[in-house]
């Protein structure tokens, strides 16, 4: 698969994985922005739009370590074929510290998922199944 990636400003860094086996691409800042504790922004610019293919999406996750150590959570992020604005991104700052980030800064990654439309079919009951309306905690954990 070839992915077609547009810049729309001059600083934007086209998505790149870390590794070869990663599942996902990172993500950069165009912009220096911070975050408070219990702030919300739904708009980091990444400088970029994105052809995907038809039959795919673009799913927006946290990276691990700034998710893990910046307490820092994406919002939104999914990413339809059809779309050719900018991609921007969603965070929340759920720590206690502010967060700063300067314009080329990882901010998350991008996940290119194959997607499925089934047929939708109401029923009046679904069938069997040995964990059934089990819920949290149904295993034991």
Excluded: C
Aim: aromatic share 10%; hydrophobic share 35%.
């Amino acid at each position: 698969m070839k992915l077609q990636i547009k810049k729309l400003h001059p600083d934007a860094k086209l998505p790149t994985f870390a590794h070869a086996t990663d599942a996902g691409m990172d993500l950069y800042t165009v912009e220096d922005f911070e975050l408070k504790p219990g702030e919300h922004t739904a708009y980091i610019k990444t400088g970029i739009s994105i052809a995907l293919p038809d039959g795919y999406a673009g799913l927006v996750w946290d990276k691990s370590g700034i998710a893990n150590k910046r307490h820092l959570k994406v919002t939104g992020g999914v990413f339809d074929s059809d779309y050719r604005g900018e991609y921007l991104i969603g965070l929340f700052n759920f720590g206690n510290e502010t967060q700063t980030f300067v314009a080329g800064d990882k901010v998350a990654q991008l996940l290119i998922q194959k997607v499925e439309h089934p047929e939708i079919v109401e029923v009046k009951e679904l069938d069997e199944t040995d964990r059934g309306e089990g819920r949290f905690g149904s295993t034991g954990t």
